[in-house]
């Protein structure tokens, strides 16, 4: 009880990105994909440049990002992490937070599930014995974002919604628009409940012309508590355990592809 007081008063005095940091200063850092994407393209010099963050929890992935005044449209349905996410975002006037979930259409009166395990596997379906059934949400497919919105391309689209990501791809607008840099995750205990695993996830990046490196982890053991990351792999390859969870990391350019593979060599050196 007084250890989760703590973590919370930690949590309102400072940001995710200055807790990554001291982690990382005392030898408690942990691998983070995100942070391997900012390093990659945090120098490019477009005029508009614009992350999509499709479960932005409390805001850990955009932080960089928005520090370098790029356009965030960040979509967190869950009310309680959005509390977080809005604290920090008061000082990000670009950082747009929207309380809907994404998916491939966009519809009304969806179901959503929270857990009292971990603040991070709030979800479009229960996939835990510790879920359950909250409220219900909007949901809006990026297809009709960028239509009202007038986006006419995105930089980074980050995909961390517990199990729906593919149909989060599914709703892009591929005809006019690919995104420079995808990140989205797998787990198949998660994904084929709903009739999806990796392979299939992956192929349909392939077949919008990406390459693929592919961050595994080790199996999780316990919701809310700290993962172990287990290596990098090109794709196509296999997973090295079937339970793994890990996240694809999908470049459209050759250039950006071949400096990404070099960040994360030197992120794989720090954490192997």
């Known amino acids: 009880m007084l250890k989760e007081i703590i973590k919370k008063g930690v949590k309102r005095v400072t940001t995710p990105m200055i807790r990554s940091q001291v982690k990382a200063m005392i030898g408690m850092g942990a691998m983070s994909e995100t942070d391997i994407v900012f390093q990659t393209i945090k120098n490019n010099e477009q005029t508009q440049k614009i992350m999509v963050d499709v479960g932005a929890h409390h805001g850990s992935s955009l932080e960089p990002f928005a520090r370098k005044s790029w356009t965030v449209y960040a979509f967190e349905p869950d009310p309680e992490n959005r509390k977080y996410l809005q604290r920090l975002c008061e000082r990000f006037p670009k950082v747009i937070i929207d ?25 479009l379906h ?11 949400v909007e949901t809006i497919s990026l297809r009709d974002l960028c239509r009202h919105k007038g986006i006419s391309s995105i930089d980074f689209l980050k995909i961390d919604t517990e199990g729906h990501d593919i149909f989060v791809l599914e709703g892009v607008p591929w005809e006019s628009i690919s995104p420079e840099i995808i990140l989205c995750e797998f787990e198949d205990n998660k994904t084929l409940k709903l009739g ?11 077949e919008k012309g990406y390459t693929l490196l592919i961050s595994e982890w080790y199996p999780i053991t316990e919701y809310g508590s700290k993962h172990r990351w287990r290596r990098f792999s090109p ?17 459209k350019n050759k250039n950006t ?9 030197t992120f794989a050196k720090r954490f192997s």
């Open 257 to 265: 592809y071949a400096h990404l593979s070099s960040v994360a060599g």
């Open 235 to 251: 794709y196509p390859c296999e997973l090295i355990d079937k339970d793994a969870w890990g996240n694809i990391i999908a470049v």
């Open 99 to 123: 309380g809907r979930a994404v998916s491939n259409k966009s519809e009304k009166n969806q179901d959503f599930y929270r857990s009292d395990v971990s603040s991070g596997i709030s979800s």
């Open 196 to 206: 999806y695993n990796f392979f299939d996830m992956a192929e349909f990046l392939l």
């Open 126 to 136: 229960a996939f835990h014995p510790s879920h359950e059934k909250a409220f219900q």
